[in-house]
């Protein structure tokens, strides 16, 4: 069956420290791939994208991802993390043969400590 | 701000109602896609509008049924609620179909079944 996972429930990081968010994904061929971050009362907010190309993406706010075939992974990371990034991080697929539906995993919260 | 809005904020029904939830795209943006987040959960697909037709559906009873109208705004409807319809809904505009055109996405419309 199709799936996108986000292993990590809940994640707490330091103000300044580095970030990595997991994704796995399960599906026939790679998917496009996606990362989006939800603040409180707020909408989703694209980071990046991945369709093909470059393995390593780079997208808003300092966050980068990179794109592993051999582990079915799109996993997100940031170097320095600001208070300002404590949110709610979804990772999502859209398979290339359906293009117009967005599956989203069960999402990562991420909480910063001074 | 994505210039995306949805009303009303938060709504509570009772079992056996309808609803109704309105959403207001980016201006041009010819598709919507709406989707439910339950609590602790990613969003899920319900269905996506292009031009005024429903274009794809995601796993979702008929009693999920939608509107989009010409001047960008769009509804959806759920008859007969159920309780297990307590959720926050998203709406997505995008300009074309694919997910590549990346999707804007409204701040919710909390509905609470009782």
């Known amino acids: 069956a199709q799936s996108v996972t986000q292993p990590d429930i809940h994640i707490t990081v330091s103000e300044g420290a580095s970030l990595e968010l997991r994704c796995n994904y399960s599906y026939g061929a790679t998917p496009y791939l996606f990362w989006y971050v939800q603040s409180p009362g707020q909408g989703l907010q694209l980071l990046l994208k991945y369709f093909s190309g470059d393995t390593l993406v780079q997208g808003i706010k300092g966050f980068e991802a990179e794109f592993k075939r051999s582990q079915s992974s799109f996993n997100l990371r940031k170097p320095s993390v600001h208070w300002s990034d404590a949110a709610e991080y979804f990772c999502a697929v859209a398979p290339r043969s359906n293009d117009y539906k967005l599956s989203f995993g069960a999402g990562t919260t991420v909480t910063v400590r001074a | 701000e994505t210039g995306v809005t949805q009303s009303p904020t938060h709504l509570i029904k009772t079992r056996g109602q309808q609803v109704t939830l309105r959403c207001s795209s980016q201006s041009g943006h010819n598709t919507v896609s709406w989707y439910q987040q339950a609590l602790g959960q990613g969003p899920q697909f319900i269905f996506q509008?292009?031009?005024?037709?429903?274009?794809g559906r995601g796993n979702f009873p008929p009693r999920f049924s939608g509107l989009q109208f010409p001047n960008y705004s769009s509804e959806l409807n759920v008859n007969a609620l159920e309780l297990d319809d307590s959720a926050l809904y998203l709406c997505a505009s995008s300009p074309g179909l694919a997910v590549f055109d990346e999707q804007f996405f409204g701040p919710g419309t909390r509905l609470t079944v009782l």
């Open positions: 509008y292009y031009r005024e037709e429903e274009n």
